[in-house]
């Protein structure tokens, strides 16, 4: 009887609703994604700068497939070792593009539930604005009636119980005479779910009993989990973009097709440079600045990387304090270049000038104590209300560092921030951490209790920042600009990193973050005070990236002692990067390769550089799959000199 009754419901909408106005409100609801569609915006953009998103939309690269460690890793890390692995094994993914991600593949049924993710500032809520432009533009998704965006930032703030209908209409009124038959043609309508990770109930999605109807009201987190898990509008397709950190929260049944965003190949950033810099002579030459200064390229595959990139470059000055060559240089040249344009020398007053040299510092301060308090508490959301907030309210620098999003629903509006990338956060509290002697909790202190959990890696970045800024050059840097006390920890951290850089080579501890850490020292002359008994490299069980090679050879390079044991087991190891390694691996005694997946020439230049070897007594080759013809170079008991075995 219940079904009847439903389907003659279903039936008397169909019947109330004229085709024509049906047609006409599709139409309308085109013009109006178009609008909203229409301008890029980015992370400093300001009242009357107008980005035209056709103009400016760069290609992302998307392809299906997981990557195991990217729920284990720091979400940045992450993506600098998928994107070798992608550029290895492109031939093991697919490449699709945006248009074609609910389009049929060889006569399969189109995926109905997609999730995409990727790391901060790779693009996810760009390729979602991509969708809404080219659907209203009708150059995409055309198999859809109806496409509707929704948040988490938005959602967030909804706190009492609501129906899917609300939720569809709260920023589509217009909507509303004809959402009786969008839902009832629901394999017409696509809904699109940005930013899952941002959500504050993400963790409780496996809900046991779900909202069936749209017009049911339930708590927020019910409806959308009954919404991805297809029992409430179960023909509807839904679009979930999230953070890789989050997705393990995600109800595993209900996503049909998993697309990794890996963000711009070279030619991607080559094609930004020629339009964020518009003079074609002008792009080239910064283009191949930055393709010469290999830091600096690594970080230009994340395109908000390579955007913060583009805005220091295109300062009147270009670099201050010269050529970045950290991740911890590039911020603090961006930070410098938005606080050249707020402490210009102005008509005035010195004490005027000061004044608001004061005003900056006490801002940045402040920022940094947000971005440190809120890290530790694993928050990226702050609310308008919050004392932090409304402390920053008055400073016109907040813009260039915190987005802003007002969440509403009926009765309730509220301003909703963040910063602009989590990677600011990070290093706006590292920068905090340098500043505060007398910090309430201090992270990196074994006895502090943050009453967080802090997983593997979730502090990577925020140490290699704060090495980083402790580094003379990027203190004195800052110093011109904000009103900087030298602090007693440079030199109390300088000594423990050096410490324990030591004790992790003699007991073969995985070192590869401290080496990152070290390498944003940039002192050459720190190596001399490292000491080890023996020298045991271990950077094992991590698929390395451009810069994780940089930071190697930088340390190695350094260190004249003979390399007792490089351990490169499971680090996605390739031909190409062992005979970068050559130098090096020629110093080792014992080296580990294992569960690299070598194919056979990568085995052929392990013989070429073991030929040239006189130190090299153990190899470890084990889960490599290598064939018995592959190991033929290493059985030869007249090609090494000095290897004892192949284990």
């Given at each position: 009887?219940y079904?009847d009754?439903k389907?003659?419901h279903?039936?008397?909408q169909?019947k109330?609703?004229?085709p ?5 409100l599709i139409?309308?609801?085109?013009q109006t994604?178009k ?8 992370y400093n953009?300001?009242?009357g700068?107008?980005i ?10 998307l ?6 460690l ?10 600098g070792?998928?994107?070798?692995s992608?550029?290895c094994h492109a ?5 699709i593009?945006s ?6 593949t ?5 995926a109905k539930k997609?999730?995409?993710t ?12 991509k969708i809404?432009?080219?659907f ?6 055309l ?6 965006h929704l948040t988490f ?5 909804i ?8 939720l569809?209409l709260?920023k589509n009124?217009h ?5 009786d ?7 017409k ?12 109930h ?5 809900v046991?009993e ?5 017009d ?5 987190v ?6 991805m898990q297809?029992?409430l509008?179960?023909e509807a397709?839904?679009?979930?973009t999230s953070r890789p950190?989050?997705?393990s929260h995600?109800?595993?049944g ?13 030619a ?5 440079f020629?339009r ?8 080239l030459?910064?283009f191949n ?8 390229l690594?970080l230009c595959?994340i ?11 295109n300062?009147?000055?270009?670099f201050?304090?010269g050529t ?13 270049a938005l606080?050249r ?6 008509l005035?007053s ?6 608001r040299?004061?005003?900056?510092s006490?801002?940045?301060s402040?920022?940094g ?5 809120k890290?530790?508490?694993?928050e990226?959301l ?6 932090e907030?409304?402390q920053?309210?008055n400073?016109?620098?907040?813009s ?9 629903e ?23 951490y ?10 990196l202190?074994?006895?502090t209790?943050?009453?967080q959990e802090?997983?593997?890696g979730?502090?990577d970045?925020f140490?290699?920042?704060?090495s980083?800024?402790?580094a003379?050059?990027?203190?004195n840097?800052?110093s ?7 602090s ?16 992790y080579?003699e007991n073969?501890?995985h ?20 000491h080890?008994?023996v020298l045991r490299v ?9 810069m994780?090679y940089?930071?190697l050879?930088?340390f ?12 490169l ?10 005979r ?5 691996l ?6 580990w390769i294992g ?13 070429e550089?073991?030929q040239?070897?006189s ?14 013809q ?11 000199t000095s290897l004892?075995?192949?284990v």
């Amino acid at each position: 009887m219940y079904l009847d009754t439903k389907n003659m419901h279903i039936i008397n909408q169909l019947k109330s609703s004229s085709p024509l106005d049906y047609c006409k409100l599709i139409q309308k609801h085109k013009q109006t994604l178009k609008r909203r569609s229409e301008y890029m915006l980015y992370y400093n953009t300001r009242h009357g700068e107008k980005i035209l998103f056709s103009e400016h939309y760069i290609n992302l690269l998307l392809m299906k497939g997981h990557r195991s460690l990217e729920l284990k890793k720091h979400e940045i890390v992450a993506f600098g070792q998928q994107r070798i692995s992608l550029q290895c094994h492109a031939f093991e993914q697919k490449v699709i593009k945006s248009t074609d991600l609910f389009s049929d593949t060889a006569g399969s049924r189109p995926a109905k539930k997609i999730l995409v993710t990727g790391v901060a500032g790779i693009g996810k809520t760009v390729l979602v604005q991509k969708i809404l432009s080219d659907f209203g533009n009708n150059q995409a998704h055309l198999g859809f009636d109806f496409v509707i965006h929704l948040t988490f930032r938005d959602l967030n703030l909804i706190k009492q119980p609501i129906s899917l209908r609300e939720l569809l209409l709260q920023k589509n009124g217009h909507l509303a005479k004809e959402m009786d038959t969008i839902l009832s043609n629901e394999d017409k309508l696509l809904i699109v779910l940005d930013g899952f990770d941002e959500f504050k109930h993400y963790r409780e999605c496996e809900v046991e009993e779900f909202v069936t109807e749209p017009d049911e009201k339930d708590e927020v987190v019910k409806v959308l989990s009954s919404l991805m898990q297809s029992e409430l509008l179960p023909e509807a397709s839904v679009l979930l973009t999230s953070r890789p950190t989050a997705i393990s929260h995600i109800p595993i049944g209900c996503i049909d097709c998993f697309v990794l965003l890996t963000g711009f190949s070279m030619a991607e950033i080559e094609d930004f440079f020629l339009r964020y810099f518009e003079e074609p002579t002008l792009a080239l030459k910064m283009f191949n600045f930055v393709k010469a200064n290999n830091p600096l390229l690594t970080l230009c595959y994340i395109p908000a990387f390579c955007y913060i990139v583009c805005t220091v470059l295109n300062d009147s000055d270009g670099f201050s304090g010269g050529t970045p060559k950290t991740m911890t240089d590039v911020y603090t040249q961006y930070l410098v270049a938005l606080l050249r344009s707020h402490s210009r020398p102005r008509l005035g007053s010195p004490h005027a000038n000061a004044e608001r040299s004061e005003q900056l510092s006490e801002t940045i301060s402040s920022l940094g104590r947000l971005a440190y308090v809120k890290l530790l508490s694993h928050e990226t959301l702050f609310y308008g209300h919050s004392a932090e907030i409304r402390q920053l309210a008055n400073s016109d620098l907040i813009s260039a560092f915190l987005d802003k999003t007002l969440a509403q629903e009926p009765g309730c509006m509220e301003d909703v921030y963040s910063f602009a990338h989590f990677t600011i956060q990070e290093f706006f509290a590292a920068l905090y951490y340098t500043l505060g002697d007398q910090l309430s909790m201090d992270v990196l202190d074994p006895s502090t209790d943050t009453g967080q959990e802090m997983s593997f890696g979730y502090l990577d970045l925020f140490k290699r920042f704060l090495s980083g800024l402790l580094a003379e050059r990027n203190w004195n840097l800052l110093s011109r600009y904000l009103l900087l006390e030298r602090s007693e920890k440079a030199e109390a951290y300088l000594s423990g990193l050096l410490t324990e850089i030591e004790n992790y080579c003699e007991n073969g501890s995985h070192i590869l973050n401290h080496l990152h850490c070290f390498f944003e020292q940039q002192n050459d002359s720190l190596a001399k005070q490292i000491h080890p008994k023996v020298l045991r490299v271990n950077i094992s069980n991590n698929t390395l990236c451009p810069m994780d090679y940089t930071v190697l050879k930088y340390f190695l390079n350094l260190m004249d002692d003979e390399i007792s044991e490089l351990d490169l087991t499971g680090t996605n190891t390739t031909s190409e990067s062992l005979r970068d390694l050559k130098p090096y691996l020629l110093r080792c005694e014992n080296l580990w390769i294992g569960d690299n997946n070598l194919d056979t020439e990568a085995v052929h230049v392990l013989a070429e550089i073991l030929q040239s070897s006189s130190k090299l007594l153990i190899l470890g080759m084990e889960g490599n799959q290598v064939t018995y013809q592959g190991l033929s170079p290493f059985t030869d008991p007249n090609s090494f000199t000095s290897l004892d075995k192949v284990v």
